[in-house]
Each structure stands twice: as C-alpha cells, then as structure tokens.
C-alpha cells in the first residue's frame, strides 16, 4: 500500500518555524518529483515548493523562495519543508506529493494533510 504521510504541523506564532516531514511508503520515489502543496479555508489548493529526485533543483511558489526550504532523503524516502518566518497567511492544510517520471500532479500520489496554525 503506498502512503505518503505528513507530520510536523501545528499551531505557532507569528515570525516562528516549523519542519514539515513526509514519509513515503509502499513503493520507491528516488525517482520522483517530491513536492508539497497547502490549501488555505476557502481557498484553493496552491503549490509551495518541489524538488527533483537527485535533489538538485527545487523550485518555490511564488513569494515563497527565502522562507521557504524543501529538501529530501532518498535513503530515508522522506521529503522535508522547513518553513521559517511563519506568517498568519501560511495558516493552512499542507499536503505532500509525489510525481512519478512522466505523470502530473494529479496522477501522482498524495498525503493526507497536517494543519499549520499561524497565530499573531
């Protein structure tokens, strides 16, 4: 059974940070695409960051690169977003991703989600 599931949320104030992890089971993802997402209430779900299976590039949504860090252990199949300055906006479901070679999002398997609370 393959599974992708997320820890490290929580509720925090404003200018704190948080580690998010995502371990991923049930099949191997050294070869894809790792990535987490958040959806907001009311809002629909964004990207937040992804990096490709060497770890080499990582790209970020938009205002996000600079506060916002995701890395990835193949040997320990986990995929980590460190999230620093914490803003209330960032309050939101974050979901982690995995995209096999060739396949979108969509296609791909995901988490079930951790809340992050950013108070102020």
């Known amino acids: 059974q393959v599974q992708l599931v997320e820890s490290g949320g929580g509720l925090v104030q404003a200018g704190d940070s948080l580690r998010l992890s995502c371990a991923a089971s049930?099949?191997?993802?050294?070869?894809?695409?790792m990535g987490w997402f958040r959806q907001a209430p009311g809002k629909e779900r964004e990207f937040v960051a992804a990096?490709?299976?060497?770890?080499?590039?990582?790209w970020y949504g938009d205002s996000l690169k600079g506060r916002f860090t995701i890395s990835r252990d193949n040997a320990k199949n986990t995929v980590y977003l460190q999230m620093n300055s914490l803003k209330p906006e960032d309050t939101a479901v974050f979901y982690c991703?995995?995209?096999?070679?060739?396949?979108?999002?969509?296609?791909?398997?995901w988490g079930q989600g951790t809340q992050v609370t950013v108070s102020s």
């Open positions: 990096i490709t299976s060497s770890g080499i590039s990582t």
């Open positions: 049930g099949r191997t993802f050294s070869r894809d695409t």
């Open positions: 991703a995995a995209r096999p070679p060739g396949s979108s999002w969509s296609e791909g398997y």
